[in-house]
């Protein structure tokens, strides 16, 4: 009872009586406030942790692997030896290389010819898909093989069928009363038939996508555009190809991207010359130039020179889609 008065007349309380709640809430204070600095250290940590495995892997093996290139690119390496600065010399060499510029208008004519047909032939493709067929999943199965066919498998098969001696197609040609071509020796045979191994690959993948984008295209339009009288081709020129466009630049700037990288197929197609580009450098491309300098000759820095130009023209060439894109965007009515 003393230890009640004294602390109702503002004494000290007994050490045995309980906290007050003032008490117990200044206490659980700084637990409280760690707690809310955890969590918001975690709200804020977290999505970076989870985007970081992508941006270290980027960085190791993409970054540094170009900005070291670039580097290289500018020395004299020899496969065991020591780098010796040269600053843009590499470059100006390349420009004053006649095997450089073949291999860039190789590069040039094997994209136009292979690129142009399999967005055509894709563009065909997914509008037949597009309609209401019967087995069109077998169909859109059937499109996508060629693309799941890996590129030893495919280019082995089609330079069988190109063989000069003894291939299914000279053979046709030679049923029809033409002349056997040579198809490896030859430039633009060569050139052709290679373009023909790459649309084949890629001309199902693509209608894949084109497909996914027509299928978005709102039923509306359709049926407006039959009420007004507009045949299915006019439909397909006036509806579909206006909707699809932004689909139709992507495609466009990744198979630009992929030609411009062609190795594969080439260096395949060629057999124990596939390296050069063919006995005459017919069919040699950045890519299998880039490959010959750094790994047969040796000359990295070359190779490293090589690289970089082709990043340059791809960028070069990513940015003239981009204007072009936009300034028809910006024109009335698009």
Known sequence: MATSLRARNGGSPSPDAPPSPATRRGAGRPAASRRGRLYRWDLKATPYLFVAPFFLTFAAFGLFPLLYTGWLSLHRVELGGDPRWKGLENYTDLATSEFFWNALANTFTIGVISTVPQLLMALGLAHLLNYKLRGRGFFRVAVLAPYATSIAAATLVF??????????INSALGWAGFDPVDWESSKWP???????????RWTGYNALIYLAAMQAVPQDLYE???????????????VTIPSIRPTILFTVIVSTIGATQLFGEPMLYGGSVGISGGSGNQFQTLSLLMYEKGWVTGALGQASAIAWVMLLLLLLIGGVQSLLARSHRAKPGS
């Open 159 to 168: 330079a069988q069928l190109f063989n000069t001696d003894y291939g299914l």
């Open 190 to 200: 060569a050139q052709i038939a290679i373009s023909t191994i790459v649309t084949w």
């Open 224 to 238: 407006a555009a039959a009420l007004d009288g507009a045949s299915r081709w006019r439909q397909f020129l006036s």
